[in-house]
């Protein structure tokens, strides 16, 4: 569902599977993902391995639209993540794997910012050899972001709540919530486009839908797993799709609602993301949001594309 636009239907929920540009399917995917990487980054640590929340950042980057930035964050980020480097220091350190995602804000005074968010899982290392780690992730991002302070911040993750907060810093900037003062997620510039109707609102979401592509993004998902990590540290984990996923928590979070609570919902962004947001937390809080907003639970209604 993308908010109150034509999307899927389903008997008391609505979802459309479409991770990059609905929140609402956004926030339940990014949530889950988040949840992996702490039980993966858990049964790691178990083991005696170490984890790292790494920043990267391109910097100041001359192209000022946000397809443009998405482009070469990913290319940077390839850089990073192929040639014999990559593989020599795979062997050297004894990597498992990395979870990556790329969280995207716009504020008034920056613009359109766009870094990349990475948990590494590896082992313990001399202090000498994980310096070499840390300069050949330097040079390469900066040399592929081409762009005047080019960096990637390293901090250590020692408890699994760390590593899925890691991750789900980015599962906030898509729900809706301020990551910072002034910043905005993509849900926040939806929302304030329905609320207000101003057309600056649209034209920013707009660029972004038209950046949220596979050409500029570069990524299959807005959380993504290197090959082979849940098989190598959690054998049974079974893994879901990100659109089954998306409908199958809004199966499990929403309630059927009545026709009219429906009409009114689909209509109205910034309350879909509170009743989403309340439905997470849990059935008392959100029996308590719906009956605040005056939504009546009830037979749901099938909604017609507008």
């Known amino acids: 569902m993308l908010l109150g636009e034509p999307g899927g239907t389903e008997l008391g929920a609505l979802a459309c599977g479409q991770v990059w540009v609905c929140p609402v399917c956004a926030y339940a995917v990014r949530g889950e993902r988040a949840r992996e990487a702490g039980l993966l980054t858990a049964a790691h640590l178990r083991a005696g ?24 964050l990913s290319a940077a980020w390839r850089r990073v993540v192929s040639g014999s480097g990559w ?8 990597r498992v794997g990395v979870v990556w995602s790329p969280e995207v804000t716009w504020s008034g005074q920056d613009g359109w ?43 250590p993750v020692t408890d699994t709540v760390a590593a899925g907060g890691h991750v789900a810093a980015v599962c906030d900037a898509g729900a809706g919530r301020r990551l ?19 057309e600056p609102w649209w034209e920013l979401w707009r660029e972004y839908t038209r950046a949220a592509t596979p050409a500029a993004r570069g990524h299959r998902s807005p959380v993504t797993f290197s090959r082979g990590l849940r098989s190598a540290l959690l054998p049974g984990l079974v893994h879901r799709a990100d659109a089954d996923l998306a409908v199958e928590q809004a199966r499990a ?3 059927a609602l009545t026709g009219r609570a429906w009409r009114r919902l689909a209509a109205d962004g910034a309350l879909q993301l509170q009743v989403l947001d309340a439905a997470l937390r ?18 749901p209604a099938r909604l017609a594309a507008a």
Do not use: K
Request: hydrophobic share 45%; net charge neutral; charged share 20%.
């Open 180 to 198: 910072g003062e002034g910043a905005l997620g993509p849900a926040d510039l939806l929302a304030r486009a329905r609320r207000t109707g101003e």
């Open 49 to 72: 391995g170490q984890a790292w929340a790494v920043v990267c950042d391109p910097g100041e980057v001359e192209q000022a639209g946000l397809a443009a930035r998405w482009q070469l």
């Open 253 to 255: 979070t929403v309630p």
């Open 282 to 299: 849990g059935p008392a809080h959100l029996s308590w949001t719906l009956a605040d907003h005056g939504l009546a639970a009830g037979e």
């Open 87 to 94: 593989a020599a220091e795979a062997r050297r350190s004894g």
């Open 113 to 155: 910012r766009v870094v990349l968010r990475v948990l590494l899982l590896d082992h313990p290392l001399r202090e000498e050899l994980h310096q070499e780690t840390v300069a050949r992730w330097t040079s390469q991002w900066a040399a592929g972001a081409g762009a005047s302070g080019a960096r990637v911040s390293w901090r």
